[in-house]
């Protein structure tokens, strides 16, 4: 079982650079896949980004590519998102989550409870 912890989110301005981690419990981290989705009102949670057990292969929705980097380090048992240029339409909660590789939220069994991420124009 891993427990997750996000953190780092804010209200900031549009073009700026964000940094999220999740920070999770437990001694099988390492065997996680690591996912980031973000939530607004009243929509689906969105895929954004994802990362194999060892880090080995990522994967992007493709409105975040090139502007959104997801890492993990095992040894400190976090995982984290690096987003650049960020723009309004960042904003939502965002969500680290623990499972499956996948883009698909039910691939995923282990959740944080999110941080929100505002962005000003």
């Known amino acids: 079982q891993v427990q997750l912890v996000e953190s780092g989110g804010g209200l900031v301005q549009a073009g700026v650079s964000l940094r999220l981690s999740c920070a999770a419990s437990g001694r099988t981290f390492s065997s996680y896949s690591m996912g980031w989705f973000r939530q607004v009102p009243g929509k689906d949670r969105e895929f954004v980004a994802a990362?194999?057990?060892?880090?080995?292969?990522?994967y992007y929705a493709d409105s975040m590519k090139g502007r959104f980097t997801i890492s993990r380090d095992n040894a400190k048992n976090t995982v984290t998102l690096q987003m650049n240029s960020v723009k309004p339409e960042d904003t939502a909660v965002y969500y680290c989550?623990?499972?499956?590789?996948?883009?698909?939220?039910?691939?995923?069994?282990?959740w944080g409870q999110g941080t929100q991420v505002t962005v000003s124009s």
């Open positions: 990362i194999t057990w060892n880090g080995g292969r990522t």
């Open positions: 989550a623990a499972g499956s590789i996948s883009s698909v939220t039910s691939d995923y069994g282990y």
